[in-house]
């Protein structure tokens, strides 16, 4: 009788394991194809509808083309791999994963720099005032955290490599902090490219003409779903604690 009730134990054990795993992979899986494709809807959107890229005086629009791409890509696509690594490299060593990590923020930090650039000298050369919408203000303060924590990464990253024993307690209580507000930065990224793309549709396509959802309303609209169902799944999966690398949670506390 115990015997019978071990085995029935075991098998639901083995069953229950089999679910978590498929659902782990199809939600990093779901991830991955919404993050690659929601940057490759955009590049699609400005080529198809806007005329495609560019940066010259007499060529303002195309250039600001730029800037919804590359938001999109860096505040998006990259810094949500970067986010995700830590359940998508389970089984990758703790320094690669860091590596990884860092690179992806490398990634995307240029693409939001040139993405503001471009932007910002559009306005300029439109005689359009900078910083006056809820759309730009988000997006500054998007930036500014994308920022900081892309220093505090980068400084705590060369203090592993450099005294990885003697700064222990000092990376572990940075741990927390980073994490939350790597999720407040993408989140808050997130809120911009959704702010932005509303405003590009009502100014380029007009409230009359939006309201009538055209083409080209359809794809912007369909691009901003897709950064929401990226957020929400994002979300879903770093709260599934059973997502998490395998690492010991002693290892994990000391690391950042």
């Known amino acids: 009788m115990l015997e019978q009730r071990s085995r029935s134990y075991e098998s639901d054990d083995e069953e229950r394991g089999a679910c978590e795993w498929c659902e782990y992979a199809l939600v990093i899986t779901l991830a991955t194809i919404l993050l690659i494709g929601v940057s490759a809807l ?22 600001f083309n730029l800037h919804p791409t590359l938001m999109i890509g860096g505040f998006v696509t990259f810094s949500g791999f970067s986010v995700l690594l830590y359940r998508i490299c389970r089984c990758f060593r703790r320094i690669y994963v860091k590596l990884l990590h860092a690179i992806f923020h490398a990634l995307a930090f240029p693409c939001i ?9 559009f306005h300029n050369k439109k005689g359009i005032n900078n910083f ?16 900081l924590q892309y220093a505090v990464g980068f400084f705590s990253f060369l203090l592993l490599l450099i005294c990885s024993k ?9 741990v927390p902090i980073h994490a939350a507000f790597g999720i407040l930065t993408f989140v808050l990224g997130a809120c911009a490219c959704l702010t932005g793309l509303t405003e590009k549709a009502l100014f380029t396509l007009g409230a009359e003409r939006y309201s009538g959802l ?13 950064t929401v169902a990226i957020t929400i799944i994002v979300m879903y999966i770093l709260s599934r604690d059973r997502f998490k690398s395998q690492t010991s949670d002693r290892r994990i506390s000391v690391e950042l």
Do not use: C
Not at 132 to 147: C, D, K, N, Q, T
């Open 42 to 63: 955009t590049v699609f959107w400005v080529i198809f509808y806007r005329e495609g890229y560019g940066w010259a005086d007499d060529l303002p629009e195309k250039q």
């Open 113 to 121: 720099v040139i993405g503001f650039l471009a932007v910002f000298d």
């Open 132 to 147: 006056y919408s809820l759309h730009s203000w988000i997006g500054f303060v998007a930036m500014g955290l994308f920022g």
């Open 166 to 174: 003697g700064t222990a307690s000092f990376r572990a209580s940075l």
């Open 214 to 226: 055209p083409d080209e309303g359809v794809v912007i609209n369909v691009i901003g779903v897709t």
